[in-house]
């Protein structure tokens, strides 16, 4: 089957987007307001190009099954940035311990994701896929819940972060998604499916805070965006329903309103709250 580029760059190109943009929201609200505004957003353009390359409702369920699976692995991927001073800051500091950390959560990240991939798919035939997403959904749910009411801090940032590192989370972001939609028309969805959820948006978001702002900043959005992203797993369950009996578009559309109505606006104003609203406002100011 002959790949598309249109069906690449463009959901490449507005997920790079979306990274740009979803760090400034973080920068200047704090980490309960960034994390709160952690809406179903690259998985949009992924899945309508995954939609369009698998050429089958089968595939496509089988590729979206593997988001909620690949959220959990970020979950994992955020705790081990949330809890990396008290780890690794008795043997790394300063920047070692930004390398370190970012290492290791990569690498965590690759192995438990390729395994997941592998093992869903070795047992999709006795157990349907969707059945392991929704549990996978509800378990992040539940661990969100519990990573903002147990977390640290979400302070705003003071410092601007440079244009290049924007541009650099951006082109990381774009570049996982156009892989994700690649390796869809290439016939392999579990993978593709888990690829379209790369923390790379997580990764870059990390990154350029602890170099402009310190650490205190990202780590204290790491609960808030744990809960958040659970809504990208509710979007692609959805997903999975709504693009046969609509279409691509439409279907994300109506996914994506519902999540952003009955999940997020409802969990950010409960993780604003929980946070303290009055300091996240003052740090707007």
Do not use: C, H
């Amino acid at each position: 089957m002959a790949v598309d580029p249109q069906s690449i760059m463009v959901p490449a190109l507005f997920a790079g987007l979306v990274a740009i943009i979803s760090t400034v929201f973080v920068e200047r609200g704090g980490g309960a307001l960034g994390g709160v505004i952690t809406l179903p957003t690259t998985i949009v353009p992924a899945s309508i190009g995954i939609w369009r390359e698998v050429g089958s409702q089968e595939s496509f369920s089988a590729a979206m099954s593997m988001v909620p699976i690949g959220m959990l692995l970020n979950l994992l991927f955020l705790v081990v940035w949330r809890n990396s001073p008290s780890w690794f800051g008795s043997v790394l500091r300063g920047n070692s311990l930004l390398v370190g950390v970012s290492v290791l959560s990569i690498v965590l990240w690759a192995i438990f994701a390729g395994l997941a991939a592998a093992l869903v798919e070795s047992a999709s035939e006795q157990l349907d896929p969707m059945f392991i997403a929704i549990l996978t959904t509800l378990a992040s749910i539940a661990l969100g819940f519990s990573a903002v009411k147990t977390g640290p801090p979400a302070p705003s940032g003071k410092n601007s972060v440079s244009k290049t590192v924007l541009m650099s989370r951006g082109a990381a972001a774009g570049m996982a998604i156009g892989a994700s939609v690649w390796i869809a028309s290439m016939g392999l969805p579990f993978i593709s499916g888990i690829i379209s959820v790369f923390p790379a948006i997580f990764l870059t978001t990390m990154v350029s805070l602890w170099l402009s702002q310190g650490p205190a900043v990202p780590i204290g959005a790491t609960g808030p965006m744990m809960l958040g992203s659970a809504s990208v797993s509710i979007y692609a369950l959805l997903s999975i329903f709504l693009f046969p009996v609509t279409s691509a578009w439409m279907g994300a559309m109506i996914s994506w309103l519902i999540v952003v109505v009955f999940f997020t606006t409802p969990v950010g104003i409960w993780t604003w709250r929980t946070l303290d609203g009055d300091g996240v406002l003052e740090g707007m100011e």
